[in-house]
């Protein structure tokens, strides 16, 4: 370890002490990362910003509506927890009409019986303070019932009454049962369903977690059930994924490629003019192997600070342009791919270095 460290001094000394070498071997490396990202990364960021849109839960969905000669209760739910792949679950009873127990007569805004394990992807909070006789409602169900401040109590034709527990943050995957009235049940009720709503774990995995989630229904008449999927866009994830990423990865390597064969030429001619000075050290001792690490760390150095570099500038250009970012991930691996081709780059000169000998280089012309 402490060899290791003294090799990695002397290389940075001896990086400071070439300004010119430096310099160069910085912007060639800078330039790389620079490359790559303003192509190949701003291809990686649209294509993670276009699956990211497809990946989002109304994209993983799987609508099933159950007539009511279906019947079809909530104990479905103890099934499909069985099963894997399936991210969430839940159950909405058939829409019951319910006005503003304040004004009789009013506008009737659907409200349905909801049983599911996480309340917070229907918009509710993580643990409702009642369940059963408590609702909670969009803007849009509130705005017709005459509730701006979500404070009240709501009645249907029968005379049952629920309170109004407040406003409820609708996802985009629901906007389907607008205008929403959602009364959570406890998980031990059973009661009729008329739609139930499963996310899968993944696009791909709609089609079998929809097949799978058919299966356990267990209904009196699958002919009064129909399934609505979002499969078209799983494979349409699977194509944008495939196309995108095929050429991204393409046009990385052949930068890579390009820039490794231009670097390996110009650290050549860079150590070639510094060979008295590895001539000196071969004199003084110094075995050819040390010489070897001590350019290859050298340029281990100067190629992080010149990735570092050329990726900064080049992500705050994309920010600047509104472009969307490659991930993290990518800019690091970039980051340790062009400090390898800059390793990799150096070992023919270094190799080519250690074995002149001293004798001929010390010998003035």
Known sequence: MRRALAVAREAAVSAWASPVATTITIVMIAGMCAAVLLTSGRTVGAEQAVISSIDSA????????????ANLNSSVLDRI??????EWAGAFGSANDVQNGAFPGGTRVPLRLVWADDWRIIGLPRDPARVGDIAWGSQAALDQLGMPDSIGTITDTDGIGFAVGGLLDLPAHLAFLEPALFAPQPPDSVGPVSVLVVIAERPDLVAPVASAVTGVLAVDDPTKVTVQTSAALATLRGLIEGQLGAFGR???VGILLLTSALAAAILYGLVMLRRKDFGRRRALGASQRLIIALLVTQTGLISALGAITGSTVALGVLASTGDPLPGSAY???LIVLAVAVGVIASLLPAIAAARREPIRELRVP
């Open 81 to 86: 927890r069985s099963l894997g792949g399936v």
């Open 58 to 69: 109304g994209t993983r969905s799987i609508v099933i509506r159950a007539e009511p000669a």
């Open 331 to 333: 800019v690091a691996g």
């Open 250 to 252: 393409g046009l990385t």
